[in-house]
Nanobody, 120 residues
């Protein structure tokens, strides 16, 4: 059984930084692709950043130049470095991983979500 555990959220002042982590445990062979989503109250879940196995990244326009997604492998976390945070970044952040499994095949998993609040 595969589980994703997120950490790193919290309360930060405008202009501050946070780094989110997403660790996969279980029968994971490797990470095929990774994404971070966020969902603010009353809004749809939106894709914030993605990174494919061949290194291609994509960011939402609202976070370009401020957020960086970095990859791990089967044994290390996936990160989202968030700099120059502003109140509009306040949301629950979710990691989403496509994982190649030890027993074969590939499946999609979600983390439990971590709250990020940007406020003075």
């Amino acid at each position: 059984q595969v589980q994703l555990v997120e950490s790193g959220g919290g309360l930060v002042q405008p202009g501050g930084s946070l780094r989110l982590s997403c660790a996969a445990s279980g029968s994971v062979l490797s990470i095929y692709a990774m994404r971070w989503y966020r969902q603010a109250p009353g809004k749809k879940r939106e894709l914030v950043a993605s990174l494919t196995r061949d290194g291609m990244t994509n960011y939402a326009d609202s976070v370009k130049g401020r957020f960086t997604i970095s990859r791990g492998n089967a044994k290390t976390p996936v990160f989202l470095q968030m700099n120059s945070l502003n109140p509009e970044d306040t949301a629950v952040y979710y990691c989403n991983l496509e994982l190649n499994l030890v027993l074969g095949g590939r499946s999609n998993y979600w983390g439990q979500g971590t709250q990020v609040t940007v406020s003075s």
